[in-house]
């Protein structure tokens, strides 16, 4: 529509006869460019992301290297074309390096990446790692646009030293299970908990004998307390009788004065587990794990709570458990197996065989290894995720002030603040672990001068 008002005539060209743009498809000969060409790619290709940085141009590099010593050895050598033995250039003429050198406008070029002065090494590092990206990553940045001697290594203290990025990394240090020695008998050592609230408001308090993993439980209509967690206790003791140790977790009623008043009156021992640490509560853990699922498919059947979790307990009490391989009720009632829906023909063994108990702990080792944690080690410690951009870690640096197996006691370096945890929550940090090796380096080097100069020499006598 818009030439219908012009007259025109329409001429066909075969396409060979289109002459295309020399200039835009003509291939740029590498090798017969000229010096200024050269330069034009220093400028511009190899710092133009260190530039893009605003920390280092090519002036700084140009200017670093005229204050430089070695730097203008270097220029002097490439020159030249000798180096005389040069010790502070030897990195810089080994065979496969020193071919690939040239003088551009004064900046010494490896290829077409500029080799970096001394003074400005530290500050290019740096500027690879800005974006807290990896290993791999800021070496392939920093291969792509420069070059120095030991470049790789000063990136991988860099990344490793980083302290926020190592407070994003996830936990790698789980600790092997210590599984505990095996009680003299039934209802000696106990583990209780609880479990809720569940929908109508109600919690279950629950304890279990480690020996025979024989369960109790009782129902608290409100949340639990002290007071009424006695009550229970008493309830079940009247019933079971008192045991040595009762171990729990950290939670408020087990942690109050009349808990450990009642402890002090009933004759046991109370036990805290080491905080946020649920596992070393694992076998109450694991039933109340068992318990909850029962109850969710109790309620997809529209079944009372309470009563589903009777006729769990009563199924649980009579079953063989795979680490004891008796029931609980057969190992707390001397070999007696409970009389249930089904009809008894053979009694289980009532024994409880420590060799399967060995072998059961050996199994849930996974292979793991105990921690090398010591007093004096500054660690950080992971946190609770509170959204998706929660580092693992607090960056805060802690120095480790207590060591109890894997229990650990930590103080914040600059503060007051102390936290204890299992072990698997602390990482050693990494700036903190390659200076103990330097020492132990160190130390080592000393010794064998030590027993050099200690050993007689073959001109004796």
Same mark, same amino acid.
């Given at each position: 529509?818009?030439?219908?008002?012009?007259?025109?005539?329409?001429?066909?060209?075969?396409?060979?006869?289109?002459?295309?743009?020399?200039?835009?498809?003509?291939?740029?000969?590498? +090798?017969?460019?000229?010096?200024?060409?050269?330069?034009?790619?220093?400028?511009?290709?190899?710092?133009?992301?260190?530039?893009?940085?605003?920390?280092?141009?090519?002036? @700084?590099?140009?200017?670093?290297?005229?204050?430089?010593?070695?730097?203008?050895?270097?220029? $002097?050598?490439?020159?030249?074309?000798?180096?005389?033995? @040069?010790?502070?250039?030897?990195?810089?003429?080994?065979?496969?390096?020193?071919?690939?050198?040239?003088?551009?406008?004064?900046?010494?070029?490896?290829?077409?990446?500029?080799?970096?002065?001394?003074?400005?090494?530290?500050?290019?590092?740096?500027?690879? /790692?800005? +974006?807290?990206?990896? %290993?791999?990553?800021?070496?392939?940045?920093?291969?792509?646009?420069?070059?120095?001697?030991?470049?790789?290594?000063?990136?991988?203290?860099?990344?490793?030293?980083?302290?926020?990025? =190592?407070?994003?990394?996830?936990?790698?240090?789980? &600790?092997?299970?210590?599984?505990?020695?095996?009680?003299?008998?039934?209802?000696?050592?106990?583990?209780?908990?609880? &479990?809720?609230?569940?929908?109508?408001?109600?919690?279950?308090?629950?304890?279990? @004998?480690?020996?025979?993993?024989?369960?109790?439980?009782?129902?608290? =209509?409100?949340?639990?307390?002290?007071?009424?967690?006695? +009550?229970?206790?008493?309830?079940?003791?009247?019933?079971?009788?008192?045991?040595?140790?009762?171990?729990?977790?950290?939670?408020?009623?087990?942690?109050?004065?009349?808990?450990?008043?009642?402890?002090?009156?009933?004759?046991?021992?109370?036990?805290?587990?080491?905080?946020?640490?649920?596992?070393?509560?694992?076998?109450?853990?694991?039933?109340?794990?068992?318990?909850?699922?029962?109850?969710?498919? !109790? #309620?997809?059947?529209?079944?009372?709570?309470? @009563? !589903?979790? =009777?006729?769990?307990?009563?199924?649980?009490?009579?079953?063989? /458990?795979?680490? #004891?391989?008796?029931?609980?009720? !057969?190992?707390? /009632?001397?070999?007696?197996?409970?009389?249930?829906?089904?009809?008894?023909?053979?009694?289980?063994? /009532?024994?409880?065989?420590?060799?399967?108990?060995?072998?059961? $702990?050996?199994?849930?080792?996974?292979?793991?290894?105990?921690? $090398?944690?010591?007093?004096?080690?500054?660690?950080?410690?992971?946190?609770?995720?509170?959204?998706?951009?929660?580092?693992?870690?607090?960056?805060?640096?802690?120095?480790?002030?207590?060591?109890?197996?894997?229990? %650990?006691?930590?103080?914040? %370096?600059?503060?007051?603040?102390?936290? #204890?945890?299992?072990?698997?929550?602390?990482? $050693?940090? +990494?700036?903190?672990?390659? !200076?103990?090796?330097?020492?132990?380096?160190?130390?080592?080097?000393?010794?064998?001068?030590?027993?050099?100069?200690?050993?007689?020499?073959?001109?004796?006598?």
């Amino acid at each position: 529509m818009d030439v219908q008002e012009f007259e025109y005539e329409i001429v066909y060209r075969p396409g060979k006869a289109c002459i295309a743009d020399y200039m835009s498809r003509h291939h740029v000969d590498r +090798a017969g460019s000229s010096r200024v060409f050269e330069i034009e790619v220093v400028e511009s290709g190899c710092c133009h992301a260190l530039n893009e940085q605003g920390t280092v141009t090519v002036e @700084d590099i140009r200017a670093e290297g005229e204050r430089c010593e070695v730097y203008q050895r270097l220029v $002097k050598a490439i020159k030249s074309g000798i180096s005389d033995n @040069d010790e502070d250039l030897k990195p810089y003429m080994v065979p496969e390096i020193k071919h690939d050198l040239s003088v551009v406008n004064g900046v010494v070029c490896r290829g077409s990446r500029i080799v970096v002065p001394i003074a400005l090494q530290k500050r290019v590092v740096e500027l690879s /790692h800005r +974006a807290h990206q990896g %290993i791999s990553k800021a070496k392939h940045f920093l291969r792509t646009f420069c070059w120095f001697p030991g470049m790789d290594k000063a990136v991988e203290n860099q990344v490793l030293g980083c302290l926020p990025c =190592q407070a994003v990394q996830p936990p790698n240090n789980d &600790q092997p299970i210590k599984p505990s020695e095996l009680s003299i008998g039934p209802w000696q050592y106990v583990e209780m908990d609880f &479990q809720g609230p569940y929908p109508n408001g109600e919690n279950i308090f629950i304890m279990i @004998d480690r020996y025979s993993r024989w369960p109790e439980m009782a129902w608290f =209509q409100n949340a639990p307390n002290a007071n009424i967690t006695i +009550a229970a206790m008493e309830n079940i003791f009247t019933n079971k009788g008192v045991p040595a140790v009762c171990q729990s977790d950290n939670g408020s009623p087990f942690q109050s004065k009349e808990m450990e008043q009642f402890a002090q009156s009933s004759g046991y021992r109370h036990h805290h587990i080491t905080p946020e640490w649920p596992r070393a509560n694992g076998t109450v853990e694991r039933f109340n794990r068992s318990m909850k699922e029962a109850l969710q498919a !109790a #309620t997809l059947e529209g079944k009372p709570l309470r @009563d !589903a979790s =009777q006729r769990f307990l009563q199924m649980y009490r009579s079953t063989p /458990h795979s680490a #004891t391989g008796a029931s609980p009720h !057969a190992a707390l /009632h001397g070999g007696r197996e409970m009389r249930t829906v089904l009809p008894l023909m053979t009694p289980t063994d /009532h024994v409880i065989d420590r060799i399967r108990d060995q072998r059961y $702990k050996a199994k849930m080792r996974n292979g793991l290894r105990p921690h $090398k944690l010591r007093v004096g080690d500054s660690v950080i410690v992971k946190q609770t995720k509170v959204n998706k951009l929660t580092p693992t870690f607090n960056p805060t640096p802690l120095r480790i002030t207590e060591v109890q197996g894997s229990r %650990i006691t930590a103080r914040e %370096i600059n503060g007051t603040w102390t936290i #204890t945890r299992d072990a698997s929550y602390f990482r $050693k940090i +990494a700036s903190d672990t390659r !200076a103990e090796n330097e020492d132990d380096q160190d130390a080592s080097d000393e010794r064998d001068g030590e027993r050099k100069q200690g050993e007689p020499t073959g001109d004796a006598g």
